[in-house]
Nanobody, 124 residues
Framework: QVQVVESGGGLVQAGASLRLSCAAS????????MGWFRQAPGKVREFVAA????????SYADSVKGRFTISRDNAKNTVYLQMNSLKPEDTAVYYC?????????????????WGQGTQVTVSS
């Protein structure tokens, strides 16, 4: 049983940076892989980035490589998504999720627990 809560979203202009946080808690959550997904208006939820608590292994969607960085602070039970050079197409609700495997999974169907989402809006 894992709970995840996202925060840090907001309204920014193109080219700006934003840092999202995902606080995790619950039974054996350190055995899970953590991921960030996003869902734009009228579109399906898509993979953004993933990381493991233990080894810090990461995976990124091609659309965010070089701009976004996922990281974790085990002492704070928190996963971060540093988003730089934001574009209008990055506008979406961003979700943090936990998968029952110690792998940086990119498939949303493999994730068991989801946060409520945090809105990121990037203006031109």
């Amino acid at each position: 049983q894992v709970q995840v809560v996202e925060s840090g979203g907001g309204l920014v202009q193109a080219g700006a940076s934003l840092r999202l946080s995902c606080a995790a808690s619950g039974r054996s959550f350190m055995n899970y892989g953590m991921g960030w997904f996003r869902q734009a208006p009228g579109k399906v939820r898509e993979f953004v980035a993933a990381i493991t608590w233990s080894g810090g292994r990461t995976s990124y969607a091609d659309s965010v490589k070089g701009r976004f960085t996922i990281s974790r602070d085990n002492a704070k039970n928190t996963v971060y998504l540093q988003m730089n050079s934001l574009k209008p197409e990055d506008t979406a609700v961003y979700y943090c999720a936990a998968a029952a495997t110690a792998q940086p999974m990119a498939v949303k169907e493999l994730y068991d627990y989801w946060g409520q989402g945090t809105q990121v809006t990037v203006s031109s």
